[in-house]
């Protein structure tokens, strides 16, 4: 049985956290929004919905949303097991999980400040063009303001 969408909110997140999905499949090499219920799958899939909540404190539907439509109560549970693994991280048997969590979470921060810096020149020369613009408009109208003065 298939899923579907619903609403507009639901797709402009999904763009705007697109690119964290897109990294998370590089680093583990499948598609954490698959429905699979590998134990791998599932597991990378908690991370990258802890990743999310955390860092961008999306409500669990929005969240949801990122992952093929999955239900809040789903990513509930998901950030409640990768809390509870991250807090038992000094046990040998979640020494891996937290380990591959911190390195997913440094590349997706580095990638997320390049991304920062690259919007920053973006803005910036968004702004630089418009002041061209308005410096551009105020000599023309100095120069009718002058042309109208001298007659």
């Known amino acids: 049985m298939g899923y579907q969408r619903k609403g507009v909110m639901g797709d402009m997140a999904s763009m705007k956290y697109k690119w964290i999905i897109d990294e998370a499949n590089k680093f583990f ?3 954490v929004t698959s429905r699979s219920r590998i134990r791998e799958i599932v597991v990378a899939r908690r991370m990258v919905m802890s990743y999310i909540r955390d860092e961008f404190e999306l409500t669990w539907k929005a969240i949801g949303l990122q992952f093929r439509g999955l239900d809040h109560s789903t990513v509930m549970h998901n950030y409640k097991q990768h809390t509870d693994s991250m807090g038992l991280s000094h046990l040998k048997d979640y020494k891996a999980y937290y380990q591959q969590y911190k390195e997913l979470e440094r590349r ?6 390049l991304r920062g ?4 020149k973006q803005a910036l020369s968004s702004a630089l063009t418009e002041l061209k613009q308005l410096l551009s408009k105020y ?6 303001i002058i042309e109208y003065l001298s007659e």
């Open 117 to 120: 810096v690259n919007s920053d």
């Open 29 to 31: 090499g499948f598609d």
């Open 108 to 113: 997706l921060n580095t990638i997320r400040e």
């Open 139 to 144: 000599k023309e109208q100095k120069q009718s």
